[in-house]
Nanobody
């Protein structure tokens, strides 16, 4: 049974930092693309960052490039999202997701390519 459990959300002032974690179980973690998505009230869920299986290629939404860093620890079955220089517009529920199939996933930030989701962790950035 696939399980994804996020942690690390919270409330911070603009300019602050948070580190999200996602612990995965029930599948061969290292062989799947993993990603972070977010959804603000009244908006569609959007891809924030993804990381490939194998060599760990990373992909970012333009809105977070240079501020967020996605990483994975395959020995710990854990996905991370380091978020720096946070802005109020980063406020959203953040979800960890697993790709629908092992190996290559394209496009890497399309929510339609991911079919397992965590319960989400709330990030709130105040100005």
């Amino acid at each position: 049974q696939v399980q994804l459990v996020e942690s690390g959300g919270g409330s911070v002032q603009a300019g602050g930092s948070l580190r999200l974690s996602c612990t995965a179980s029930g599948f061969a973690y290292s062989t799947y693309y993993m990603a972070w998505f977010r959804q603000a009230p009244g908006k569609e869920r959007e891809g924030v960052a993804s990381i490939s299986s194998g060599v760990g290629l990373t992909f970012y939404a333009d809105s977070v490039k240079g501020r967020f860093t996605i990483s994975r620890d395959n020995a710990k079955n854990t996905l991370y999202l380091q978020m720096n220089s946070l802005k109020p517009e980063d406020t959203a529920m953040y979800y960890c997701a697993r790709a629908g199939q092992s190996g290559y996933t394209s496009p890497p930030l399309s929510r339609y390519k991911y079919n397992y989701w965590g319960q989400g962790t709330q990030v709130t950035v105040s100005s």
